[in-house]
């Protein structure tokens, strides 16, 4: 017999755990007894249902259908405590950082969600436990689905639901509409308690039943018999709304279906956070390790906050003394471009800290020392490059500093990129999250010294008392991360070089790009968005026109139901709760054959770039400067591609007209045009590399066209021979490749049958037999070793690579053939970035980097200078790695970034 499916009724668990268990509070007065209480009882599942799916399933905020139909539903409750309510946020948490699939279905309760999926769980043959203590689930039991109340120890199948309420499952609902419930304010009949509604079910049937034989109520033994028909025919109305109330839906449509409910790794890291905030200490040493426990790390602090020229000279002489010590800045904002010193902390040992305040004013604020002043005993060694200093993302710091004047130099360890490099994926790789990793130590969160939400104060407002142990905390845990990472990263000689030759010294050169930013004409931008709207109302009403009446184009249901029941489309794909899907994936295959599909994906496109570029970016220009400065992220993506947010480079549009237009936006100054550098087909060209394929390696050193050779390869004639279309089917089969897409994907993509596209990939392997032993030997190896690795030694790991789930499985070996090509990749556009950088550096050219997107190289150039930027940035660019082939540079020139691209 398989595993049964195990969904746990939280809110039930949630309201027992409050009640039942004492007040618990952490130190600083936060309620956590149902914290406890619910992960406790999740803990026991897990241990009692070893080899289940656990989906934990909870009451979602607001107003559900039953408050609809009956006003009064419930409305006897007493609101949620305050107490409570705060232990609502932890719970969900830590449930989600458990792996634990988890639902929260708005207009519905949790017993709707768990009824509709045990109902097709057990349809489907499926043992089902419901974790549960509310007695209404007993409805749902039947020969595969059973209840079990972990609270009393105690199981119900149908045999126990017939002993304990003398009826069986399947009058359950009868029971409760026949006697109503005075806690959810169930009317039910008056007059009508348990013993009656017994008997009236054990004697006539279900209600149906009864209100068909009202003649033989008075005969049955019950105290009141003679006269209750009476009081069934009076209260028949609010008998079927009860019994409407009371029933548990079993069709609530979910976003996900039985097959998507599968369990994650555990966030340890989330976990470790949770349960050291709710200081839930034996949870906490169980994590620490993954064998036994050990006590979280208590660290004996000495932190410091300094008021005086005396204490702080005292300082300045420890830091030049050190050989190495952390530091780290306190500001007004996250904006790098407008964030100014607050104040400023270092460490020179482990436990050892102080904070200078420079800059806290609220009323009753302490006097401080003079920030200029301070800034400038401070300059001789924050632009030392021989001073070596360690920092959490000093990308920020530099770039603040930079508003002061100051050029921080001898950035030498970096604890983010230090985290990233030794394994991206590993954890998230903020100080908070690392410190509970590395060092087994909680820290104190920005929140606690400064609020949440609207509330929140800027850092210059906290009171010193409280940011002094904050920030002078900052600058230790800094240093004891990097003491505790750098020894791990010195394990492998491959990640050191990745950290020192790469991710190092790209820190100023990114900053550097960022403070310069990129210059973007409001006008246009402002223009091409009126016109959008323009655009998105002719769009609208082209579509009502089609659809033959108006509806909300946002709405995935009504649009499904124009276009599958209205319009009778053809139904291309589910969603897993069953409905057509209406993904964009289905629209752009049904807009091949139909034209309101087509409209709707033209009008979802141009809202996107509407609301995303045209309409933001005019808010985003710098007042002072007049350019758009986007912030540029190396510890994000797992592969070792940057990442940009605010805005987000990577994702403006360049296939279509519209999208097109908003990098027109990006122009030079007077005097100056834009320069773009792309590599061409650079993954292509790592694969040839990694593969050593014959093939693929003459193509490109014969400078051919690789779509078409692949297609002369693959479809056997002459270069000249291969059709458009051909090239279009060998360039989706090249590109598939480096993604692991299977022959199912690549028939999708072509429009083939999946055997067609079978045989279009094996004629490719047959073609170029050293792709198919890169792939087989990459992942064979990512199997033996958990990771893989670009040309450069960078690792990317693969959690999943062995995990259980076949289908998790198969997702981390395409990662493992994807990840060695796009890692590398990343890696020559940073080294690129580091080449020309240095050249541009030497001041022999008028140039400077302004954006670096997927593999592109932005630059500003003076027009006199044009052509020796273009070969020389051709030049540096195809030098940054030495391939089994060359690296293809083509670089454009215009007056936008468009004109260049």
Same mark, same amino acid.
């Given at each position: 017999m ?6 746990v009724?939280?809110?039930s ?14 130190s ?11 992960i406790?009882? #999740?803990?026991r ?5 070893p080899?289940?799916t656990?989906?934990?399933v ?9 408050d609809?139909?009956f ?11 305050d107490?409570?309510? !705060? ?6 948490g830590i449930?989600?950082?458990?792996? #634990?699939?988890?639902?929260?279905v ?5 017993d709707?969600v ?5 109902v097709?769980a057990s ?5 089902v436990?419901i974790?549960?203590?509310d ?11 059973t209840?079990?109340n972990?609270?009393t120890d105690t ?5 126990s639901?017939q002993?304990k ?6 009058l359950?609902?009868d029971f409760l509409?026949?006697?109503?419930d ?5 009317p039910?009949?008056a007059?009508v308690?348990?013993k ?5 079910l ?12 009202l ?11 003679k006269?209750?028909?009476?009081k069934?025919?009076a209260?028949?109305d ?5 019994y ?5 839906? *079993? ?7 039985? &097959?998507?409910?599968?369990?994650g790794?555990?966030?340890?890291e ?7 905030r709710?200081?839930f200490k ?11 426990p050990v ?5 004996? *602090? ?15 002489e420890?830091l ?6 952390a530091?780290?800045t ?12 607050v ?15 420079l ?8 006097e ?13 060694l ?16 530099a ?6 004047g100051?050029t ?30 590395y060092?087994?130590r909680? *820290? ?6 400064a609020?949440k939400g ?8 906290v009171a010193v +008392? ?8 900052d ?5 004891c ?8 990263l010195?394990?492998?000689a491959?990640?050191v070089?990745v950290f020192e030759t790469?991710?190092r010294p790209?820190i ?9 930013g ?11 968005s009126?016109?959008l ?8 009403? +082209? ?21 599958f029941e209205?319009?009778?489309?053809p ?7 069953g ?25 979802r496109?141009l809202?996107?770039?509407k ?5 933001k ?10 350019r ?8 994000v ?20 007209a519209e ?16 320069v773009?550098?792309d ?29 078409r ?6 479809f ?9 279309d051909?090239?279009?089917k060998?360039?989706?089969i090249?590109f ?7 022959a ?5 993509q072509?429009h ?15 073609r ?6 890169y ?6 190896l990512a ?5 893989v690795?670009?040309?450069f030694?960078?690792r990317?790991?693969l ?35 580091l ?5 541009l550096?030497?001041?022999?050219v ?13 630059? !500003?150039?003076?027009?006199d ?7 020389r ?7 940054a &790695?030495e ?7 083509e ?9 260049a691209?």
């Open positions: 398989s595993a049964p499916l195990v969904l009724d939280g809110s668990y949630l309201y027992r755990a409050y009640h039942a268990l004492p007040s618990l509070t952490n600083k007065g936060q309620a956590t007894g149902a914290v406890k209480g619910v406790n009882m #999740l803990r599942l897990q241990k009692d249902y080899d289940s656990l989906v934990a909870f009451d979602a905020k607001g107003k559900t259908f039953r609809e139909m006003e009064q539903y419930k409305a006897q409750r007493p609101p949620m405590p107490d409570l309510r !705060e232990q609502i946020e932890p719970i969900h449930v989600r950082a458990m792996g #634990l699939p988890f639902l929260c708005p207009g519905v309760e949790a709707d768990i009824g509709t999926l045990s097709a349809a489907a043959g499926q043992p436990v974790s549960t203590g007695k209404d689930m007993a409805q749902l039991v039947d020969h595969n689905t209840l079990v972990t609270m199981k119900l199948d149908p045999v639901v002993e309420f003398g009826i069986p499952p399947e359950i609902i509409a026949l006697m109503g005075k806690v959810d304010n169930i039910g009949v007059g308690g348990e009656t509604a017994l008997a009236l054990q004697g006539l049937g279900g209600m149906d039943d009864i209100y068909a034989n003649d033989k109520v008075a005969d049955l033994d019950f105290r009141g018999a006269k209750m028909a009476d069934l025919i209260d028949k609010n008998a079927y709304l009860s409407t109330l009371a029933t548990i839906k *079993t069709d609530v449509e979910l976003e996900l279906g039985l &097959a998507d409910l599968v369990p790794e555990p966030d340890r989330q976990l470790l956070d949770w349960f050291t709710m200081e034996s949870w906490v040493d169980e994590l620490a390790t993954g064998e036994e006590e979280i790390v208590a660290v004996d *602090t000495d932190y410091q906050t300094v008021l005086d020229k005396a204490e702080f000279a005292r300082w300045l420890l030049a003394a050190a050989d190495l010590f530091f780290d306190e500001t007004t904002s996250l904006n790098y471009m407008r964030a100014q010193v104040g400023v902390s270092f460490a020179v040992e482990p436990g050892c800290a102080a904070y200078v305040p800059a806290h004013d609220y009323v009753g604020a302490p401080q020392l003079d920030r200029d002043w301070v800034l400038e005993q401070l300059r001789p924050l632009e030392d490059a021989e001073r070596a200093k360690v920092g959490q993302n000093l990308k920020y710091d770039s603040v500093l930079a508003n002061h100051i921080l130099r001898g950035m030498v360890y970096d604890t983010m990129l230090e985290s990233y490099v030794l394994d991206s994926t590993g954890s998230r790789h903020d100080m908070d999250s690392l410190a509970l990793k060092l087994a909680s *820290t104190i969160h920005f929140e606690d010294v609020g609207a509330k929140q104060l800027t850092f210059n407002q +008392e409280q940011a002094g142990p904050y920030a002078a905390e600058a230790e845990i800094t240093l991360l990097h003491q505790a990472l750098w020894p791990k010195q394990e492998h491959g990640l070089r790469i991710e790209l100023p050169v990114l900053s550097k790009i960022e403070r310069t990129a210059l973007v004409s409001r006008e246009l931008l402002l223009q091409q009126g016109e709207g323009t655009r998105l109302g002719e769009l609208e009403r +082209e579509v009502h026109e089609l659809a033959g009446g108006e509806f909300n184009l946002g709405s995935p249901k009504q649009l499904g139901e124009v276009l209205k319009l009778q489309l139904v291309i794909k589910k969603t897993p709760k409905a057509p899907s209406t993904a964009e994936e289905v629209l752009a295959e049904l807009a091949l054959n139909y034209p309101l599909p087509k409209l709707l994906l033209e009008y496109s809202s996107k770039l609301s995303t570029y045209t309409d970016l005019p808010e985003m220009i710098n007042p002072d400067t007049g758009i400065h986007t912030s540029y992220h190396q510890a993506t797992a592969t070792g591609r940057l990442s940009s947010s605010d805005p987000n480079l990577q994702n403006i549009p360049i296939r279509s999208g097109r237009r908003v990098r027109q936006a990006f122009i030079a100054p007077p005097g100056y045009q834009v773009a550098a590599y061409s087909q650079i993954e292509l060209r790592i694969m040839a590399h990694l593969s050593a394929d014959p093939g693929l390696i003459e193509a490109f050193k014969a400078g051919l066209d690789v779509h050779a692949t297609a002369a390869e693959v056997g004639m002459q270069l000249e021979q291969v059709s458009d051909q090239r279009r060998a360039k989706a090249n598939g490749l480096i993604y692991g897409m299977s199912f994907g690549l028939a999708r072509l083939l049958g999946r055997n067609e596209a079978q045989e279009y990939i094996d004629l490719y392997f047959e170029y037999p050293g792709v198919q032993r792939m087989d030997d990459t992942r064979a199997h033996e070793t958990g990771y690795e670009t040309l030694g960078r990317l790991y959690p999943e690579i062995n995990a259980r789930n076949k289908m998790r499985v198969q997702a981390a070996e395409r990662t493992a053939i994807n990840a060695p090509m796009q890692g590398s990749a990343a890696d020559i556009i940073k080294l690129a970035m080449r020309v950088d240095d050249w550096n030497a001041g022999a008028d140039a400077r980097m302004i954006m670096q997107v997927h593999d592109e190289l932005v630059l !500003e150039v003076a027009d200078q044009i052509d020796l930027v273009r070969e940035l051709a030049s540096e660019m195809s030098a &790695a391939l089994d082939i060359p690296l293809l540079v670089v454009g020139v215009g007056a936008n970034w468009d004109e691209h």
